[in-house]
């Protein structure tokens, strides 16, 4: 199970953190990834952060439209994964939702049928 939070309103150049909170117990053996949903458009890739298996692992990626912006982490200890955003524009309005897949799953990672858990979702709204 996954649950989102931290959306809500902001002006263009400000900051939000989401959080996603697993119930799983092998936390650290999935990956995880953030995406979003702009209305009327379909879910985009945002950001992944592999699983961790001891020092190694926890490789990230991002969407080119929030490289240098947005900053994915993982916290094993919290069963958490956060989504820094800055310099936050109108067009990063969108529902954002974690995800997770076991690591040993293929797939492209910033596909969404390669993840098999989904998050509720968290509203961002971007004001200009």
């Known amino acids: 199970q996954l649950q989102a939070s931290g959306g809500g309103l902001v002006q263009s150049g400000g900051s939000l953190r989401l959080s996603c909170l697993a119930s799983?117990?092998?936390?650290?053996?999935?990956?995880m990834a953030w995406f979003r949903q702009a209305p009327g458009k379909e879910r985009e890739f945002v950001a992944h952060i592999g699983a961790r298996i001891g020092w190694s692992g926890g490789t990230t990626s991002y969407a080119d439209s929030v490289k240098g912006r947005f900053t994915i982490s993982r916290d094993n200890g919290k069963n958490t994964v956060d989504l820094q955003m800055n310099s936050l524009r109108p067009e990063d309005t969108a529902v954002y939702y974690c995800?997770?897949?076991?690591?040993?799953?293929?797939?492209?990672?910033?596909?969404?049928?390669?993840?098999?858990?989904w998050g509720q979702g968290t509203l961002v709204t971007v004001s200009s």
């Open positions: 799983a117990r092998t936390f650290s053996m999935y990956v």
């Open positions: 995800a997770a897949r076991p690591q040993a799953r293929q797939g492209s990672y910033s596909s969404t049928g390669s993840y098999d858990y």
